[in-house]
């Protein structure tokens, strides 16, 4: 990005993912909620946005996880990362 938020907030506004809603692809979040560099609170507002638009759009909280426990297989929250993914196979990329 070329700096953080606060050095080009503009570049940040435009890359935002709900800058691009409606995008016709199911979305499945899982987020931790200890994750102490992204809060919760933006993958739930995501999700609700992304509904708003008319896609469809599922936020799991994983309580105590957090940042990287989303994508480590050793821990707790991978179960619902798992489902996450076995949902999206079944349901296929636009359907929910």
Same mark, same amino acid.
């Given at each position: 990005?070329?700096?953080? /938020?606060? +050095? !080009?907030?503009?570049? =940040? &506004? #435009?890359?935002?993912? $709900?800058?691009?809603?409606?995008?016709?692809?199911?979305? @499945?979040?899982?987020?931790?909620?200890?994750?102490?560099?992204? /809060?919760? +609170? !933006?993958?739930?507002? =995501? &999700? #609700?946005?992304?509904? $708003?638009?008319?896609?469809?759009?599922?936020?799991?909280? @994983?309580?105590?996880?957090?940042?990287?426990?989303?994508?480590? /297989?050793?821990?707790?929250?991978?179960?619902?990362?798992?489902?996450?993914?076995?949902?999206?196979?079944?349901?296929?990329?636009?359907?929910?």
């Amino acid at each position: 990005m070329g700096g953080g /938020p606060d +050095q !080009v907030p503009d570049r =940040y &506004a #435009r890359a935002g993912p $709900a800058k691009l809603l409606p995008t016709g692809v199911a979305v @499945r979040l899982v987020h931790g909620t200890a994750d102490d560099q992204v /809060p919760w +609170q !933006v993958s739930v507002s =995501y &999700a #609700r946005r992304a509904r $708003a638009a008319g896609d469809h759009a599922i936020c799991v909280l @994983r309580p105590g996880a957090g940042h990287f426990d989303v994508i480590d /297989p050793m821990s707790g929250a991978w179960p619902a990362v798992l489902a996450a993914f076995r949902a999206a196979a079944e349901t296929g990329p636009a359907a929910g």
